[in-house]
């Protein structure tokens, strides 16, 4: 993992044009371009208050109130974390060509993705600020935010790099991972409270680490305080070793990736 | 040797071989089966290259050629270090460019500028670097009026030469060439030549991949071939292309023949001086002998067999040669060489448009060389009976020498016909006794 951090480093120069050169490309062509940035995640608000206030009623609770600013809390930093992995386990099959050709660190393309995601995410937060700001909601223990974004960014990162290595043998995954993800969105209390599980299946909520992540920024945002340490810190844990066991299997399979792909 | 820049020892690479519906395994196989981590493990494979040896000097440049299939690609895969050898070690002094994939990291959305800087970090370059070079890269590949539009409306040539401009303004220490000078128009590969052989004389070490065996013999020093995964051969590059294109043209037969001319290539006569060669210039002989050099006489204006000459005599050449069966397809070639090995002069009869007819029995061949115009020092002569295309006969490289004797110490090695004049306030002792017959001057009135 040293390794990995190492080589990250070294290469931050290419990483950061990589990412600049994403978010660049992917607007590109289209009429409103870089303003996609801030329609996108506009819409994507749309679309679940109309399902989920007029057509879909959730159980709430009164924490949950404004509805749309409680999912939203939840909604824009999951979109990173799914983005990130759906498109890191194609990013070496896309990228094949440079590992091919080019004397190039491969862990370098599903980092940028991670972090070309991350950057859609603070991109999209302005929004969710200002319907904040709107609603009177702002508060102190928004100044935390760093804190769960960088436990996610390890989370996040080690999985796509275990993703990305391992869909280069198995494509199959690539079609697994769409269904893992939609399942694990709704395991996590993004739509609804955590507060309204129970018994075993609220157990079962402490061993994922994206729920206490997601927790973490509902208290921040919205909630106006922030007392989930413990599972923060859990999930931190569960980032690192994740981030262990990513680097780990991207170094094993390494030089069979450019045969690969 | 301590000062090579490349080191291979005992260098292999195993493929895994992609059996159609083999390759796509499932996970979920792997994971019912448990095999998950043999089906990593290669279970069929494909040797690609195997136990090949072999050092590149510093400085030098090193051809590699060898049928489709033979290694070629991945032995500049591995030094590149985009793969990594299966078994054996290879060890590379200094910063590496490869030429192997021109632009494989163009994004085609984004403008050439945007590219050229991405392309040049990613071959190791800082943003400082790529940006002090930029104006430099574009001039190059002359693009200087479409740098801001996105490369995916650039052709595939103007594609091809900003890669090419990128890779070559890494300022690698060592350069990987692989069969990518076909990029432009003649023009551009010119200048992509022109700026390989700067890289040559400012002392970096090029290896170059190719199938213009032409360029191999005119570029490189060494050449190493390569079949079917491992060294057929290595050395000289007229040697070893002519080996090479033997082997092609003429099968099995030939290539036993043109083995057995390079194990009596490593045991040369032993010429006059001990002057040390540069490059790859090693003497042997080789070819198929359906035409046969039997004979190499170094004669005087009056038919006397010499070894030593004035820089203004006349020399013939005379050869004797042989076929046993009738042959129509021959060209007799003479190449000229200091003891340097540079090349000063070659010429054969196809080249001044001699058509041949018919060679059958024995004959000689006589070129006359009417003033030599060699400075002092020890020379060599290639002779070689060959087919039109270059598949050699019989190739006599560095057999015979002769000296060049001048009481004029002169320097460099060719000495053209002049003459000293002073006029106005120079006063100047012409030599008390001179060279006339030395200088080859005509007998002034």
Request: net charge neutral.
């Amino acid at each position: 993992m040293i390794g990995l951090l190492q080589v990250l480093y070294r290469y931050r120069a290419l990483i950061s044009s990589l990412v600049s050169r994403e978010l660049k490309a992917r607007y590109r062509g289209s009429v409103l371009g870089f303003l996609w940035s801030f329609i996108n995640p506009l819409l994507l608000l749309l679309t679940y208050t109309l399902v989920f206030t007029i057509i879909l009623r959730v159980p709430q609770t009164e924490r949950m109130s404004p509805y749309y600013l409680f999912f939203f809390s939840g909604l824009l930093p999951w979109t990173w974390f799914a983005s990130s992995l759906l498109e890191s386990s194609s990013v070496l099959i896309a990228g094949g060509n440079l590992i091919k050709k080019v004397l190039f660190p491969a862990e370098v393309l599903p980092t940028v993705t991670v972090l070309a995601n991350l950057a859609n995410f603070l991109l999209g937060l302005p929004i969710l600020l200002g319907f904040l700001a709107w609603e009177g909601r702002l508060s102190v223990s928004l100044l935390l935010l760093p804190l769960p974004i960088i436990v996610q960014l390890v989370f996040t990162l080690g999985c796509a790099l275990f993703l990305s290595a391992l869909t280069v043998h198995f494509r199959d995954l690539g079609n697994i991972l769409a269904h893992v993800l939609q399942l694990w969105f709704f395991a996590t209390p993004i739509l609804y409270d955590v507060e309204i599980l129970q018994g075993t299946v609220r157990q079962l909520m402490r061993l994922n680490p994206m729920g206490h992540v997601i927790i973490s920024y509902q208290q921040m945002l919205l909630f106006g305080y922030f007392d989930h340490w413990r599972g923060l810190a859990g999930s931190l844990v569960a980032g690192i070793v994740a981030l262990g066991i990513g680097a780990f299997v991207f170094d094993r399979l390494r030089d069979t990736l450019s045969e690969g792909v | 040797m301590t000062d090579a820049a490349i080191v291979a020892r005992d260098v292999s690479k195993l493929y895994r071989r992609h059996l159609g519906r083999h390759q796509f395994r499932t996970l979920k196989s792997a994971l019912l089966t448990g095999s998950l981590i043999s089906d990593l493990a290669p279970a069929e494979t494909f040797t690609a290259l195997d136990g090949v040896s072999f050092d590149v000097p510093r400085g030098s440049t090193f051809g590699v050629i060898g049928e489709n299939g033979s290694g070629k690609s991945t032995l500049l895969k591995l030094v590149a270090g985009i793969a990594r050898p299966s078994a054996g070690t290879l060890a590379v002094d200094g910063r590496v460019s490869a030429l192997i994939e021109l632009g494989a990291g163009f994004h085609p959305e984004i403008s050439g500028r945007e590219n050229v800087v991405i392309n040049g970090i990613m071959l190791g370059l800082t943003r400082r670097e790529v940006e002090a070079r930029f104006d430099e890269i574009v001039a190059f590949a002359e693009l200087e009026d479409f740098i801001d539009a996105p490369v995916k409306t650039y052709s595939s040539g103007m594609y091809m030469r900003l890669g090419f401009a990128v890779a070559i303004h890494v300022e690698p220490d060592v350069l990987l060439v692989d069969e990518v000078l076909a990029v432009g128009d003649e023009a551009f590969t010119r200048k992509c030549l022109d700026k390989i052989s700067e890289f040559h004389r400012r002392g970096k070490t090029i290896v170059f991949v190719t199938h213009t065996l032409g360029l191999v013999a005119k570029m490189c020093d060494d050449v190493l071939w390569l079949r079917r995964g491992k060294i057929a051969d290595r050395g000289d590059p007229q040697r070893v292309v002519d080996a090479y294109l033997t082997y092609v043209a003429g099968g099995e037969d030939a290539r036993l023949l043109a083995q057995q001319a390079s194990t009596q290539a490593a045991l040369p006569e032993a010429g006059p001086d001990d002057e040390p060669r540069a490059g790859g210039y090693r003497p042997g002989r080789w070819g198929s002998r359906e035409v046969e050099i039997s004979g190499v006489r170094l004669l005087d204006d009056r038919n006397q067999e010499r070894r030593v000459f004035a820089p203004g005599e006349a020399l013939t050449l005379s050869l004797a040669v042989r076929a046993e069966r009738p042959v129509e397809d021959f060209v007799f070639g003479l190449g000229l060489f200091a003891a340097d090995g540079t090349h000063l002069y070659g010429t054969n009869t196809d080249i001044e448009a001699f058509q041949p007819r018919r060679l059958e029995g024995t004959g000689e061949v006589r070129l006359l060389i009417e003033d030599l115009r060699l400075v002092e020092g020890t020379y060599f002569v290639d002779v070689a009976a060959h087919r039109k295309d270059g598949t050699p006969y019989d190739y006599h490289r560095g057999l015979t020498t002769f000296r060049v004797k001048s009481r004029v110490k002169d320097v460099g090695v060719y000495r053209p016909r002049h003459r000293w004049a002073f006029e106005g306030n120079i006063t100047m002792d012409a030599p008390a006794e001179r060279p006339e017959l030395d200088l080859g001057e005509e007998p002034s009135a």
